[in-house]
């Protein structure tokens, strides 16, 4: 029987793996440690949720805590990678990308094109993202969009343990700058997941479930929400296909468009707001890619164009639903009949 | 020093002329601070440099033919045409990139510096900035990063007395940027930019330090830019003979130049022969820049992954 794992100990086990397997892999981050330098214990916390707890007592230096100086701390990781390591940064949320954007999108991003191919920059930079913790404005954002703008960097966004794990080893073996996307609301999820090594190759969909009605893409948790929406659309004959793109920098184009070939209808399912985000994106690739097979147009469920609010009440209302998908997937289906 | 000095002088005329595309700042009159600092490094010892580049890359070692062909945007340039003045890396000789974004050096030498010391092998990292850069965020949480793991790594400020067009007199808020290596824990000296000697001194100091294990240290030069921040600049905020003087009393070439014939058997002609070398070989390198071909338009789309 398969063995089953949290979420985050799925990307505890990835970043034990490789650190045991490669000495150039290192750990960097505000609190992956947790109690330097202070008169208590050391890997009092190990990562603000747990996630890196119990590296410390295996790999020593190698795992090391930093000031809050993001721009510093990811700089040094951008750094430390051009001559030779393979650190694994964590900027703690996502949100905090503002004070450190510099040396990801103008330095990680551009040393290889700029230097003339002379460049090697093999950074993970892991962080937290997502709504649903009440953690308000600045602690919930989904911004993988921003990062998958910019060439240069390779971007991730597992939904489940399987792919947190085999994302994350290939995250690190790969030479090229990684965006590493984790929801926070999913590290308590559970999921199979093997003990031994094995990576998933970046830029290719998964296809959680087969359907020939609708096609849904969804990007991290929304893929949990759209399979919960495609059970119940299911009890009235609906058939969804759901396909999880796992990476939106590179994208599986041509899993997405031969979905949409099947079913003729496309619902869009992104947790980010709703301009200029891998939703618009994904319906542009369909829109000029696949316009022939469209029978209906393309939906797309979103947040709101709204910071995230505090309040339960309204922050509920702001996550894209499963009874939202569910609605936008019978909205495609009646359209024409 | 001379080669610099050749190497900016040049590029000055010939942008003059309409041969050198973009942006570009020259380094002039602050030879001694490159030289003076990059003899005490090694070749596996690492620097990150700004926008006013060209000086620190030629005295760690990056090829002057290449570079003089990236300036010019040719596909045989240090970065085959795709970095430009502002962008010229060699990370073979230790040159992490001349930088655009002023304060994008000093995170990336901690990283570096990172990296020496968990390999062990005894190489450092230096990160050069201006004035400008001392006051941005990243250059000062660096020095606190620095000093906090402890890494063997030099800052050096080269305080040329401009950010841009804003005096550093007025937007730095002490006398010394030095002084503020204390709020990081670390030495800091300030020195004048123009001694070649003193240059090399203050950062032999330092290199030892870093090497051995006892942590980062800032060195402020101040010194002048003959030129302005950037070709074209009109130079406005600078008063009407400063830099004739600067050039005719502060020549850092010309106190080098008579130190070492006082003080030591090396003649004036020895210096003029070495002179007519450089001539040579930056002539060769701008004839060769002008002679090269663009880089091919497939080159659009390379070296943006390494795999994707």
Redesign the interface.
């Known amino acids: 029987m398969a063995r089953k794992i949290l979420y985050q100990d799925a990307i505890n086990e990835a970043l034990d793996q490789e650190m045991a397997r490669d000495d150039s892999v290192i750990v960097m981050g505000e609190d992956v440690v947790g109690g330097t330098g202070a008169g208590g214990e050391m890997d009092a916390w190990g990562g603000v949720l747990g996630v890196t707890k119990g590296l410390y007592g295996k790999y020593g230096d190698r795992i090391m805590d930093s000031p809050i100086s993001e721009s510093a701390l990811v700089g040094a990781a951008v750094g430390a990678a051009a001559t030779g390591m393979r650190p694994v940064c964590e900027l703690m949320f996502i949100d905090f990308m503002g004070v450190c954007f510099d040396q990801i999108y103008n330095q990680a991003a551009k040393f290889r094109y700029m230097f003339g191919g002379k460049a090697t920059t093999p950074v993970v930079i892991r962080t937290m993202y997502g709504a649903g913790f009440r953690a308000a404005a600045q602690h919930s954002q989904c911004l993988y969009n921003i990062f998958t703008h910019v060439p240069g960097l390779k971007v991730v966004m597992p939904s489940s343990p399987y792919d947190a794990k085999g994302l994350l080893i290939q995250a690190i073996r790969d030479d090229d700058p990684v965006i590493f996307c984790e929801h926070k609301a999913l590290y308590a999820t559970e999921g199979d997941v093997p003990e031994e090594s094995y990576a998933i190759p970046f830029g290719e969909a998964n296809i959680v479930r087969e359907g020939d009605d609708v096609t849904i893409v969804a990007l991290g948790r929304m893929v949990r929400f759209a399979t919960k929406a495609a059970e119940a659309l299911a009890a009235d004959g609906i058939n969804c296909e759901i396909v999880d793109p796992r990476t939106s920098s590179p994208f599986d184009e041509d899993t997405v468009l031969e979905s949409v070939e099947t079913t003729g209808r496309l619902v869009v399912v992104d947790e980010s707001n709703p301009r200029c985000s891998m939703a618009t994106d994904i319906s542009s690739l369909v829109s000029q890619k696949g316009f022939g097979f469209l029978q209906a147009p393309i939906e797309m469920v979103t947040a709101p164009h709204t910071p995230v609010p505090f309040s339960g009440a309204l922050e509920d209302l702001y996550i894209p639903s499963p009874d939202k998908i569910e609605a936008a997937v019978r909205k495609t289906v009646a359209y024409g009949n | 020093m001379k080669t610099i000095r050749e190497f900016e002088e040049r590029v000055h005329v010939e942008f003059a002329k309409g041969g050198i595309p973009g942006f570009v700042h020259l380094y002039a009159g602050e030879e001694a601070s490159a030289t003076g600092v990059c003899m005490n490094l090694e070749e596996d010892d690492?620097i990150?440099s700004n926008h006013r580049g060209h000086g620190h890359c030629i005295a760690k070692g990056v090829e002057v033919t290449g570079m003089m062909s990236e300036i010019y945007g040719k596909g045989s340039?240090?970065?085959?045409?795709?970095?430009g003045s502002m962008?010229i890396?060699?990370?073979?000789v230790g040159m992490?990139?001349a930088?655009?974004?002023v304060g994008?050096g000093?995170?990336?030498?901690?990283?570096?510096?990172?990296?020496?010391k968990?390999?062990g092998k005894g190489n450092i990292?230096l990160a050069f900035f201006g004035d400008g850069a001392s006051n941005q965020?990243?250059t000062l949480?660096?020095m606190?990063?620095a000093s906090?793991?402890k890494l063997p790594v030099v800052f050096v400020a080269e305080n040329n007395g401009y950010a841009e067009a804003t005096a550093s007199s007025w937007s730095v808020s002490c006398k010394d940027i030095s002084t503020r290596a204390a709020g990081f824990g670390m030495p800091g000296t300030t020195i004048d930019g123009h001694d070649f000697f003193a240059v090399h001194e203050a950062t032999r100091a330092a290199v030892e330090r870093a090497r051995s294990g006892g942590g980062p240290s800032l060195i402020e030069c101040k010194l002048d830019r003959f030129f302005g921040h950037f070709e074209g600049d009109n130079q406005k905020y600078r008063e009407p003979n400063e830099v004739k003087t600067i050039r005719e009393e502060s020549d850092c070439i010309k106190r080098f130049s008579n130190t070492i014939t006082n003080d030591t058997e090396i003649t004036v002609s020895d210096l003029a022969t070495i002179d007519g070398e450089v001539q040579i070989l930056i002539d060769d390198a701008v004839d060769k820049a002008i002679a090269g071909a663009d880089p091919e338009p497939e080159k659009l789309l390379?070296?943006?992954?390494?795999?994707?």
Do not use: F, Q
């Open positions: 690492y990150a340039g240090t970065c085959h045409g795709k970095g962008h890396a060699d990370l073979d992490m990139g930088n655009g974004i994008g000093p995170p990336l030498v901690c990283g570096a510096g990172l990296t020496a968990l390999r990292a965020g990243t949480e660096s606190n990063l906090v793991w390379t070296d943006v992954y390494i795999r994707y």
